[in-house]
């Protein structure tokens, strides 16, 4: 086994999970939400609406580590502001995007 491998696992710290913006955004009526995990944990992405009501949970449950993709349709709601908040078992990442009908 080689050594610097057991150094990276040790390294993938939590906190180097990744929450990427949006694409396309401004969107309509689908986006596409992408995000990194260096390490196993529950997951869960969920759609808000300007006002902070959950209106939507995208992924609820134990992730692998890796490159996650995932859709989002908002063609039933209104135009505005929302917000995608990644929650894991190690940090909490927000981010904007705006639906345009």
Known sequence: SSSSTNLESENASPSRITLHQNYPNPFNPTTKIQ???PISTEVNLSIYNGIGHKISELVNGEQRA???SVNYDAQN???GIYYYRLETSYSTLTKKMVFIK
């Open 35 to 37: 995000y990194e995990l």
């Open 66 to 68: 890796g490159f996650h």
């Open 77 to 79: 709601n209104p135009s």
